[in-house]
């Protein structure tokens, strides 16, 4: 059984404020005239993405999908799965995804080639958070809030084995196997 530290800040709730504040600009800036549609990654980006569509004050809609590849573990496994795909069809549409942390890559990758399937207009990425130093395959995120270290990050919507997604502030905690 494996246990985890108490939780450390890394950003703290008004640091996150500004910064999606900051992304809700440059995504209203770029989808000028557009009519998107946010795809939310659950359930890790839900708080995120909660926060985010209320500065986006245009026309846009809601979607989620839901993927599972870490099960109760710290790594990804590397075997990803769609648990719940996709409600409305995407083909011709403006699609940002809306991701609360890229680390490997392999979860965005494999759903961005999803995604690309189905022939979308435009495709573009917004995450929170990004962990670098972690990835094994490489991944353009269009829209940044953060860089994090190589630590285990929770907090705002992100969990340690389904635990501390409501924190407010993004942290990090030691885990134990
Ligand atoms: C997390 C996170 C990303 C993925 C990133 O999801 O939300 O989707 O891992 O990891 P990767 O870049 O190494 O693939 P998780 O599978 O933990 O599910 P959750 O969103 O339900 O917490």
């Not at 590397?78 to 609360?100: F, H, M, N, T």
Request: neutral net charge; contains cysteine.
């Amino acid at each position: 059984m494996s246990s985890q530290s108490k939780p450390r800040i890394l950003f703290r709730r008004e640091e996150i404020e500004t910064t999606v504040k900051r992304l809700a600009v440059e995504i209203k800036k770029d989808y000028q005239g557009k009519h998107p549609l946010l795809i939310g990654i659950l359930k890790g980006s839900f708080v995120f993405m909660a926060d985010l569509i209320r500065l986006l004050n245009f026309p846009l809609e809601v979607e989620f999908i839901r993927i599972s590849s870490y099960g109760g573990n710290k790594e990804s496994s590397g075997r990803i799965k769609v648990v719940q795909g996709l409600r409305s069809p995407i083909k011709e549409r403006d699609i940002l995804v809306i991701e609360d942390i890229v680390d490997s890559g392999l979860t965005i990758s494999f759903l961005l080639d999803y995604l690309w399937q189905r022939k979308p207009a435009s495709l573009k990425l917004c995450a929170l958070t990004d962990k670098p130093s972690r990835r094994q395959v490489p991944v353009t995120i269009d829209y940044l809030g953060f860089t994090v270290p190589n630590e285990f990050i929770v907090g705002y919507g992100m969990d340690w084995d389904e635990k501390l997604r409501y924190l407010p502030d993004i942290c990090f905690v030691e885990v134990e196997d």
